[in-house]
């Protein structure tokens, strides 16, 4: 299968800083991304679907300003926790899919990142 | 209401047995359906679609029952390594978009 990654699988930050979390397809080209956050016991919320070459769609409560993201190739997108605080502690997943708008299409989910913010 | 629901658990199963549980979704107009594994800490991974038919893989058996809104999986002969949580993931019908349960945490035991 494809395969996602993600950088960095782990981070630590302080109150108030910002953090880059990377999502790269190795061996595809993926026309769709998709941001996930889970916390523990819960389900994975999905929180942001990112298309390359334009805005990231987000889903409602989810706010733009404090998680940017950017989809500016068809192998990289990156989501920034701006301002980042203990609140964000969570487990951030990427997904990639080779079909943009295809319902039925497999995704392909990166390793996550484990965010705790102090 | 959640749009998927799954009994939490944990199922406790001895090795070799057979377990089975449902999940329950909300939106008739859902299109796919989908059963994925997660283990502790780590991302989910595509265990597999679920067809109106009805699809067997291996030890594993998915049913969809589209009048009453809920797919089943079935695991039989389990194996310790079967220990995991299985999630039920309906697509939302538009983009790809994906909507996960919480999981059911099903532990094997020798």
């Known amino acids: 299968g494809a395969v996602v990654s993600q950088h960095p699988s782990r981070v630590i930050c302080k109150s108030g800083t910002s953090v880059k979390i990377e999502c790269r397809s190795l061996d595809f080209q993926a026309t769709t991304m998709f941001w996930y956050r889970q916390f523990p016991k819960q389900s994975l919320m999905l929180m942001a679907t990112s298309n390359e070459g334009s805005k990231a769609t987000y889903e409602q409560g989810v706010e733009k300003d404090k998680f940017l993201i950017n989809h500016a190739s068809l192998t990289l997108s990156t989501l920034t926790v701006t301002s980042a605080h203990p609140e964000d502690s969570s487990f951030y997943i990427c997904s990639a899919s080779a079909m943009a708008g295809v319902a039925n299409n497999e995704q392909f989910f990166g390793p996550g990142t484990r965010l705790t913010v102090l | 209401r959640k749009e998927v629901e799954q009994d939490p658990g944990p199922f406790n199963v001895p090795e070799g047995a057979t377990v089975a549980f449902n999940c329950t979704y909300s939106n008739s107009a859902s299109q796919s359906f989908f059963w994925y594994r997660q283990d502790c800490r780590k991302e989910p991974k595509l265990l597999m679609s679920v067809y109106s038919s009805g699809n067997e893989d291996g030890r594993f058996t998915a049913q969809l029952n589209r009048a009453s809104q809920y797919i089943s999986l079935l695991i039989r002969d389990s194996k310790l390594s079967d220990s995991a949580t299985y999630l039920c993931?309906?697509?939302?019908?538009?983009?790809?978009?994906?909507?996960f349960g919480a999981g059911t945490q099903v532990v094997v035991t020798p």
């Open positions: 993931v309906v697509n939302r019908g538009s983009w790809g978009k994906l909507q």
